[in-house]
């Protein structure tokens, strides 16, 4: 089944971040973000495009400017997150041809995402959204609008995220944090994906 989660890799360095993604990628999470405050986060992003870029959609976290989606498209990432809905970053991605997912926590910063071409809605943070947050705009929103829940979304709450709407998560410190061995998070990896399996079957 194609699964509608996302690693975020927070923290990574280059020296671990090919381990972490096999235990990911073996486990059935098979997109991938390194956000850009990371140690770092370019090379790590070009260590995986290499090594995964034909079977993980890969890319970065915390993309705030398009100078930033430049570098990233130049190369071969194919993913940019943003913790903000900023139509700039947002069409810059499109035009690359780079799958979009803008951070948005109301209606408007929805619509302002969806108009300017976002694939994915990132209702973040989640722990403040909430399920029944989610719902609610769930209302208001077109017809096959992805939305996904990031911070405060993990395998104990998924199935209440579901029935609200959501279609998939990012998961960052529930996964991986800094100096987290790979066997690890390989293992958080594989429970995470069971659970996620349970829920949307």
């Known amino acids: 089944m194609s699964r509608t989660l996302i690693a975020i890799l927070r923290g990574v360095t280059p020296a671990d971040v090919l381990s972490i993604a096999d235990g990911l990628i073996a486990a059935g999470i098979t997109s991938i973000e390194v956000p850009l405050n990371s140690p ?3 090379e790590s992003i070009g260590l995986l495009v ?3 870029g034909d079977s993980a959609l890969i890319g970065a976290g915390t993309v705030l400017a398009p100078d930033q989606v430049a570098r990233l498209s130049d ?3 194919r993913l940019v997150v943003s913790p903000d809905c900023n139509p700039e970053v947002i069409a ?3 035009a690359a041809g780079m799958t979009s997912c803008p951070g948005v926590m109301t209606p408007t910063e929805c619509f302002t995402a969806l108009r300017a071409g976002a694939d994915v809605l990132k209702f ?3 722990s403040l959204i909430g399920p029944d947050g989610l719902k609610a705009i769930r209302a208001v929103l077109p017809e096959g609008t992805q939305a996904y829940a990031v911070g405060g979304a993990g395998p104990s709450n998924f199935a ?5 709407g959501a279609d998939g998560f990012g998961i960052g410190s ?5 100096g987290d061995p790979a066997d690890e998070v390989a293992k958080r990896a594989k429970y995470l994906v069971a659970r996620y399996d349970e829920v949307f079957g």
Not at 160 to 164: E, I, K, T
């Open 174 to 178: 529930a996964l991986y944090r800094p």
């Open 40 to 42: 770092d986060p370019f």
């Open 92 to 94: 810059a991605s499109k």
């Open 124 to 126: 973040f943070p989640g």
């Open 50 to 52: 290499d090594r995964f």
């Open 75 to 77: 190369m071969g990432a």
């Open 160 to 164: 209440d995220w579901h029935a609200a």
